[in-house]
């Protein structure tokens, strides 16, 4: 589908990867300024507990230490707006940062962490999601009075009820299961993923009078920088953050409190400060995918219409959050209230808290977790009606112009339906290329009825698919001409390793008419780039590439008009390509005899004043400075039904695994991707992103898991030892991941593209779950597929 095209949809090589691979990138944690002092954390070993008194004499009498903050002394502010305070009296998880010290070296800061003395009076604490709604369970915010998070006076979160349940409804639920034939319902738990970075969290910050630059791997540097300003009591002109290039985002990079805690650090000793955290730290002084609790209920009629669906979700929402009730409600708004037609569905969430690590972002955001019961929950339906479950899906997948919903709505409100836009047809595509991968209708032999079988080991197959949105959201980005015809990209947009760079590179390149060595990209530094919410929300190539194309075509439309002038053309009748502007040839000017005769003539005449092209070099010299900036325009809304249109991808996945009964061994053989991408900018880094996505979701249904103490509310394994990442070695070979880019270009992306990466979170963990059933006939429920949940499944 790309052929039109000379630099879109090829797979260019990465425009960073010569600097990557010998090194010369340079991230936070390899910056070192001028007398620099070096930040340190003392963290809570207690759950819950009251700071009684805290002695920071002999920390401070240390040689080489230069500023000590507690409690007592940094503004009483809520960074990013959470319950928290920068630094609390009362702690509320362990690993909860209690002082924070800036010294000459890190032995020096790690020592006086040492003489800190601190005393605590521990208050009762809960770390369960179920344990934690009972009736006289301790409250994990005993200030905020309630185990179940429902916004603040500063921060209100208008949808919620007054118990602290939010929810979505269409239709009318009790009637669609009196209409139903089958109903089948079930309880699901997923478990919590940390967000593996392979380089843990880093920031420096540097005062230059009343005007900070703060330097952090964060993917959100927009927020970032105003969460700084506003603790730190400062105009947002004050404060210029510039995120360095992120090694693995995954969607929780950002520096959080510790930014603010640096900044005031590096203020009071009038020097640069560098905070770089351990992997330790990283685990426990960062965020995590929330575990879920699920109840879903399906009703279907025996034609395999759905009639009904009803989910009702607890999310562990750890000692805070940094988005709200946003994940939550993309588990309600998307998955659970749109992936399938169903005519009528009701769904209910709550966010509660208890004294464990925070929660946050991590790839898919919501979508995968309401997925992993969903995508079950419909294999019991069509197994229910004997349906084929590659047909079931395929008869119920959600369609352009259903009804759809952005997050925001559904925790802000007015929640107002809009509709999904017309490369949603995609759906019935996705699945159909995927079973066609994967041999569906060769080794599909029934339900309850294995691929194979070799002794104790059985082969089965499963299905799954899933959605995400590619948002729409507010963006800008600024073109900038140079007088040599090169151009620079000026973007709040953030390379965390999936490509953004080279992929917005051919799109402007492309708009422009560029060779792609000719187009360079400034990111993410606040000071300079024009605003965007940053690599969030799978909304880089949605917004960010989108808006950027924008302003491209802005700055072609300018340059068409000044080579028109030295040509002698209409602008319309111009081309630029390989760095010139050209005049079109005739044949793709006129249509009829007459016309080409006529352009002919005129073509020829132009060809003998020697005007046929003129380079956009030429042009940008002449013009000397030539610029152009776009914004996002959003809402977009539907000519037919005035209806705001929501961007979203989907993605399938078709899982064939093997399972040993008799040890409960899980090999995953192979897996058939088929992803929707709108189109494909460069098909080898969606690969890529795809491939990582799988792996995630890989290890987040079979083994990853951060496991607490029930005790004292520890972490035990914050460490890649004991927190069991997935290697090559537990995916399937080369040849057996088969990933299907399908593109029906979307109207309003950069030439169709969308976002769609994190979509390939949601639909592998169910797929392979689906594939276990099917292999040994008993259905897992727990937050893991793992050995031993296989053996229990088993009555072994």
Not at 560 to 568: H, I, K, P, R, V
Request: hydrophobic residues 40%.
């Amino acid at each position: 589908m790309a052929e039109e095209f000379s630099l879109v949809g090829k797979r260019l090589p990465r425009a960073d990867a010569l600097e990557k691979v010998n090194g010369q990138i340079r991230h936070v944690t390899d910056m070192e300024l001028p007398r620099m002092l070096y930040a340190k954390f003392l963290r809570s070993p207690h759950a819950h507990a009251k700071i009684t008194r805290i002695d920071t004499s002999r920390a401070e009498e240390l040689p080489g230490v230069k500023c000590v903050l507690t409690h007592k002394n940094v503004p009483k502010v809520h960074p990013r707006r959470k319950l928290e305070y920068l630094l609390d009296e009362t702690v509320h998880c362990a690993g909860e940062e209690v002082a924070a010290v800036a010294a000459e070296t890190k032995e020096i800061a790690e020592e006086a962490l040492d003489l800190i003395k601190v005393e605590y009076e521990v208050l009762p604490a809960v770390f369960d999601t179920e344990e934690a709604t009972k009736p006289g369970a301790p409250l994990a915010h005993s200030e905020y009075g309630s185990s179940l998070y429902h916004g603040t006076d500063y921060n209100p979160v208008p949808r919620f009820t007054p118990e602290g349940w939010l929810t979505l409804q269409y239709g009318d639920v009790g009637k669609g299961f009196k209409q139903a034939d089958y109903i089948v319902e079930g309880k699901y738990k997923t478990p919590r993923q940390y967000n593996c970075s392979p380089l843990p969290r880093a920031v420096i910050c540097e005062w230059s009078g009343s005007e900070l630059t703060c330097w952090a791997d964060t993917q959100i540097a927009l927020w970032a920088s105003q969460d700084l300003a506003t603790c730190l009591g400062l105009p947002q002109s004050k404060v210029r953050l510039i995120s360095s290039p992120v090694i693995g985002g995954y969607g929780a990079k950002e520096p959080q409190k510790i930014a603010t805690l640096v900044a005031l650090l590096a203020k009071k000793t009038g020097r640069p400060v560098k905070a770089a955290f351990s992997r330790q730290e990283d685990f426990i002084g960062t965020m995590s995918r929330p575990s879920y609790e699920t109840y879903g209920k399906i009703g279907v009629k025996k034609n395999g219409t759905i009639t009904a669906m009803q989910t009702r979700m607890m999310q562990n929402w750890g000692r805070d959050c940094a988005y709200d009730s946003l994940i939550l409600a993309t588990s309600g708004g998307v998955t659970s209230s749109m992936l399938y037609r169903w005519q009528n569905s009701k769904w209910e969430g709550c966010n509660v808290i208890t004294n464990t690590i925070e929660s946050g972002a991590l790839n898919g955001f919501g979508d995968p977790e309401a997925g992993f019961c969903i995508e079950r929950l419909i294999d019991e339906a069509a197994e229910a009606i004997g349906m084929d479950p590659v047909e079931f899906r395929l008869k119920n997948c959600m369609r352009a112009g259903d009804r759809a919903i952005e997050v925001p709505n559904v925790v802000f409100g007015p929640a107002e339906w809009g509709i999904l836009g017309p490369d949603l047809d995609s759906f019935p595509e996705c699945i159909r290329r995927a079973a066609q991968k994967a041999e569906w209708k060769e080794k599909w032999k029934g339900w309850k009825t294995p691929v194979a079988v070799h002794g104790s080991k059985r082969r089965g197959i499963g299905i799954a698919i899933g959605t995400h949105h590619g948002a729409l959201w507010q963006a800008s980005a600024t073109i900038k001409m140079n007088q040599d015809g090169t151009a620079n990209v000026l973007t709040m947009g953030t390379e965390i390793g999936q490509g953004f760079k080279t992929a917005m590179i051919q799109v402007v390149a492309e708009a422009l008419g560029l060779p792609f060595e000719s187009v360079n990209v400034t990111m993410a530094d606040t000071a300079v780039v024009p605003a965007s919410m940053g690599n969030i929300g799978s909304e880089g190539t949605s917004s960010m590439i989108t808006v950027a194309k924008l302003a491209a075509d802005k700055v072609r439309h300018k340059l068409f008009q000044m080579a028109a002038e030295s040509l002698g053309e209409k602008p319309e009748n111009l081309e630029a390509k390989d760095g010139s502007i050209y005049i079109k040839a005739a044949s793709e000017r006129a249509t009829s005899a007459s016309e080409q005769k006529s352009r002919l003539g005129e073509l020829e005449s132009a060809k003998d004043r020697g005007e046929t092209g003129i380079s956009i070099a030429s042009l940008c010299l002449a013009g000397f400075q030539i610029t152009a900036s776009a914004n996002m325009p959003v809402p977009i809304i539907d000519e037919k039904t005035g209806k705001v249109v929501y961007c979203f991808s989907v993605a399938v996945t078709i899982a064939e695994v093997e399972v040993d009964t008799d040890t409960g061994e899980l090999n995953v053989l192979k897996l058939s991707l088929a992803n929707d991408c709108g189109r494909a900018i460069n098909p080898q880094i969606l690969e890529n992103q795809v491939d990582m996505s799988v792996t995630l979701a890989n290890g987040w249904v079979r083994s990853e898991d951060v496991i607490i103490d029930k005790n004292t509310g520890a972490m035990l394994n914050p460490n890649l030892l004991d927190y069991k990442i997935m290697t090559i070695l537990d995916m399937p070979k080369m040849n057996d991941m088969q990933e299907t880019l399908v593109e029906f270009p979307t109207p309003w992306g950069p030439f169709g593209a969308k976002g769609c990466s994190e979509t390939g979170m949601c639909s592998p963990g169910p797929a392979i779950a689906n594939a276990i059933y099917n292999a040994i006939g008993v259905r897992l429920r727990g937050a893991h597929l793992s050995p031993e949940s296989i053996l229990e499944a088993l009555g072994k």
